[in-house]
């Protein structure tokens, strides 16, 4: 009752913090979504019809795939409080009893994933650019500063990543509501000049805009698609803060603020054709521009944070579930577990970001490369979701086929309007979830092959316990690092080959990741005492959590077991994996990427945070 208690009181706290984090993304789109509909790469006469058309176009969109799929349904498939596609994906590999289905979801959430970082890259250089070009309309000589500047912002936002976003976090959930706040006062004073634009809200007009001019329909489809990115983010921070507080603050003004301010947009465009340059900043009155401009670029930079975090969440959970080697993971913050810093995605990100920037120059150039990655993965995300109410929830499958075959035929509708504008930069998101792809399962795969060959390789432990009666016994306690369960660690027999003595105390240690989010503090330990002064130990963290080697084994108290750090000594094995020179079970090139992986892992003592100065590593070759 007091947990619950406390967490009511938090609520509305968490509400204005998640529409800060959560809706960045989405908030931003109201920047640039109609200007590339009315004036991008396929662009559509202003006329009354067109307008109004286009409009119910962006507000069922906005009602279907937002509201319906993500904030009503998606939301209620959590992995113990987490949402995105791999905590999706590891929920339904709990119950997928078929290898074949286990399998085709793997694939279908590692490429989710995989999009997730070329969408990641995208979304930050076309929200800043979006907003500094602003500037343009406030005078046309500053037209040339436009990159210059955005790329500055971009840089300052990138190299902040490393003190942790603590304290700008504090200011995220206040801009934010500053921000909706004024889309929506500036949709409300032009709605109210011309109230006929919220006819719009009748999905009539958008079935005639459709059945009357099919192909402009389908090319603004591309477009369209700008005012829903970012709703996939709803699940994916859904672990941050929770259903509800998202869910209140979605409906409760985020929702209303981005509609109304398409239809003043939108009721602006009706009477106003000169307002097409950027229907946006049009809105207000001159007097308010600059004012406006700061305000824009401040949420656009929150936005890019949000993206970024995100990708730092991504790439550990990736690490953890065994889909890519060891990183640095940094945490910011002694308070907050989430707020981490991976420094090889932050530099990777902000090279692709600036790349992007100089390569092309505007927001509706950007425009046409954005669509792909967010429509791929709400695409993939209503198959995993379908997975998941047959098998989780037990819905009638009929209901289940109804309703899914609806949202894929949105899906695809709106995945094949964006195919279209890959000649036009709709390749970029592509390549990049290819090769993400490629690594991920490269990765994944190469593990499997390793813990075969050291199983293969591997001695029974119930034959070497009953060999080394002989073996001379030193003081102390041996912790041997090992990622099998069964056998015995080749660091133990490399070590008792080079320096044949055994510890009076040798602790047989694996690190498990758990298909949960979270482990909780009883469940992380299993203790197994063995004979001869053996023992096995097997730590189990959720892929949300970082494991902390020394801190677990000061639980093991509990078992009677103490562990003094100073008197302890950690034997890891540092694989060196060598490719086959003939065909095996993994290609050539594939060999060479994942040992090129493996060797620029981090290593296991920066890893699982072991003192340095009580480490011994001990080499091993591998061929796979």
């Not at 907003?131 to 971009?154: S, W």
């Not at 989780?392 to 195919?419: E, P, T």
Request: proline share 4%; glycine share 8%; aromatic share 10%.
């Amino acid at each position: 009752m007091k947990r619950m208690h406390a967490r009511r009181k938090a609520l509305p706290a968490l509400t204005l913090a998640a529409s800060g984090v959560v809706f960045g993304d989405i908030g931003t789109s109201p920047l640039y979504a109609l200007k590339e509909i009315f004036n991008g790469h396929h662009p559509i006469a202003v006329t009354p019809d067109n307008v109004l058309g286009v409009l119910s176009m962006v507000f069922w969109s906005i009602m279907v795939l937002v509201t319906l799929k993500y904030v009503l349904i998606m939301m209620r498939a959590d992995n113990r409080g987490e949402g995105g596609s791999l905590a999706l994906l590891a929920l339904i590999l709990e119950r997928a009893r078929s290898h074949r289905l286990a399998w085709l979801v793997s694939m279908l959430g590692i490429f989710a994933a995989a999009l997730f970082f070329g969408d990641s890259m995208i979304t930050p250089a076309i929200s800043v650019l979006s907003a500094v070009e602003g500037i343009g309309i406030l005078t046309p000589d500053l037209d040339e500063y436009v990159v210059p500047l955005t790329l500055a912002i971009l840089t300052a936002l990138f190299m902040i990543q490393r003190r942790g976003t603590a304290a700008v976090g504090l200011f995220f959930g206040p801009v934010m509501l500053c921000w909706f706040a004024v889309l929506a006062l500036l949709g409300i004073l032009e709605i109210s000049r011309h109230p006929d634009v919220l006819v719009a809200l009748n999905p009539a007009y958008a079935v005639n805009f459709t059945s009357e001019h099919t192909l402009l329909a389908f090319l603004a489809l591309g477009s369209v698609v700008l005012a829903v990115t970012g709703g996939e983010a709803l699940y994916t921070d859904m672990g941050h803060f929770g259903p509800l507080p998202i869910r209140l603050a979605w409906f409760g003004f985020v929702m209303p603020a981005l509609v109304l301010n398409y239809f003043g947009q939108g009721a602006l465009l009706l009477h106003d054709g000169a307002a097409l340059e950027s229907p946006f900043f049009h809105l207000g009155p001159s007097w308010a521009l600059a004012p406006l401009l700061v305000l824009a670029t401040l949420a656009t930079v929150i936005a890019s944070q949000a993206v970024i975090s995100g990708a730092f969440s991504v790439a550990r959970q990736a690490v953890q579930m065994g889909l890519l080697p060891r990183m640095l993971i940094v945490h910011t913050s002694g308070h907050e577990q989430g707020q981490i810093y991976v420094p090889f995605t932050n530099w990777t990100l902000y090279l692709a970001v600036s790349g992007l920037v100089l390569g092309f120059q505007n927001s509706s150039n950007l425009a046409a490369a954005y669509g792909i990655a967010v429509t791929g993965t709400m695409l993939i995300d209503t198959v995993l979701i379908a997975f998941v109410m047959v098998l989780l929830w037990r819905w009638n499958k009929l209901v289940v086929a109804l309703l899914i075959g609806a949202l894929i035929a949105v899906d695809l509708a709106f995945f094949a309007a964006n195919a279209i504008k890959i000649p036009q930069g709709g390749w970029f998101p592509i390549v990049v979830g290819i090769l993400s792809f490629t690594l991920l399962t490269t990765w994944r795969h190469g593990r499997a092959l390793v813990m075969e060959e050291v199983s293969r390789e591997g001695l029974p432990l119930d034959d070497f316990l009953d060999m080394v009666d002989e073996v001379h016994r030193v003081k102390g306690t041996a912790i041997f690092m090992t990622s099998s369960k069964n056998g015995v660690p080749s660091a133990l027999l490399h070590n008792l080959k080079h320096n044949q003595v055994l510890h009076d105390r040798v602790v047989l240690l694996t690190v498990q990741t758990a298909d949960t989010p979270y482990v909780s503090e009883l469940e992380r330990i299993y203790l197994h005492p063995l004979r001869q002064g053996f023992m096995r130990v097997v730590l189990r963290y959720g892929f949300m959590e970082d494991p902390d080697v020394p801190s677990a084994l000061l639980q093991c108290s509990r078992f009677g077991e103490s562990f003094d750090m100073m008197e302890t000594s950690f034997y890891l094995s540092r694989e060196s994996v060598i490719p086959r020179l003939s065909r095996g079970r993994i290609t050539r090139w594939r060999g060479k990427l994942f040992a090129l992986m493996s060797k620029n892992a981090t290593s296991a003592t920066d890893f699982f945070r072991i003192p340095a100065n009580r480490v011994v590593e001990l080499g091993t070759q591998l061929v796979i």
